[in-house]
């Protein structure tokens, strides 16, 4: 079936630093969401996309379906964006979402 | 106001037990899933509908059943729970002809005894 290759699975960054996030994806996908479940276990919606770029504060995320790919990068991070990031992308196929098993963020003073 | 929400948001039962969750949307949306998810694990779909009365498998159905009775509410049942259906359940919606954005609900945390 339909594969979703999250790394790294967990990662530690200082304050005030940054990384990337990326999800490989087996099939061209059609659309990938980015979420963060938060401290409390909700899911917490970062970026839908269906091509392209995103930004939001300090939050982008990248979408190449052609390349089977997508990326979030973190810049200037922060105490609370601790959690832990999934992706999920959805096929030209059908409507079901897979998920990546996810990157545990730990950001420390 | 939340758009989707779910009941009861913690349960304890025990092995052979039945449980109901409940989730309900606001968001006029066509689709709706249930997804459990597991330490180390992203969300894996155990069923899905595209509206009231339908029903669509998903990829870890066995030991669950499900209904929607009208678009805005969805049910996902264990008629004979067991341990290994402990796990972080999450219920989610999306419009038009599915493959759009998702939105979740808050999750409802399942202990089976």
């Known amino acids: 079936g339909d594969q979703v290759e999250q790394s790294p699975s967990a990662l530690s960054l200082h304050e005030g630093t940054g990384s990337a996030l990326r999800c490989n994806f087996t099939t061209t996908m059609r659309a990938v969401q980015w979420f963060r479940k938060n401290s409390r276990g909700s899911l917490i919606n970062l970026f839908y996309?269906?091509?392209g770029t995103k930004e939001n504060g300090r939050l982008k995320s990248a979408f190449d379906s052609k390349e089977r790919y997508s990326t979030l990068h973190i810049r200037d991070a922060q105490l609370e964006d601790s959690g832990t990031y999934f992706c999920a992308a959805v096929n030209t196929g059908n409507y079901k979402y897979v998920f990546g098993a996810g990157t545990r963020l730990k950001v420390i003073a | 106001e939340a758009a989707v929400t779910q009941s009861p948001r913690n349960k304890v039962t025990v092995t052979g037990g039945n449980v109901t969750l409940s989730c309900r949307q606001t968001?006029?949306?066509?689709?709706m899933y249930w997804y459990r998810q597991d330490t180390g694990h992203g969300l894996r779909l155990i069923h899905y509908s595209y509206g009231a009365g339908n029903l669509q498998i998903g990829d870890v159905p066995d030991g669950y059943k499900a209904t929607r009775t009208t678009q805005e509410d969805f049910f996902l049942l264990l008629e004979l729970a067991s341990p290994s259906q402990t796990s972080l359940y999450f219920c989610?919606?999306?419009?038009?002809?599915?493959?759009?954005?998702?939105?979740f609900g808050p999750g409802t945390r399942l202990t089976v005894l």
């Open positions: 989610a919606s999306s419009d038009g002809t599915g493959g759009a954005e998702q939105f």
């Open positions: 968001n006029s949306h066509n689709y």
């Open positions: 996309l269906a091509s």
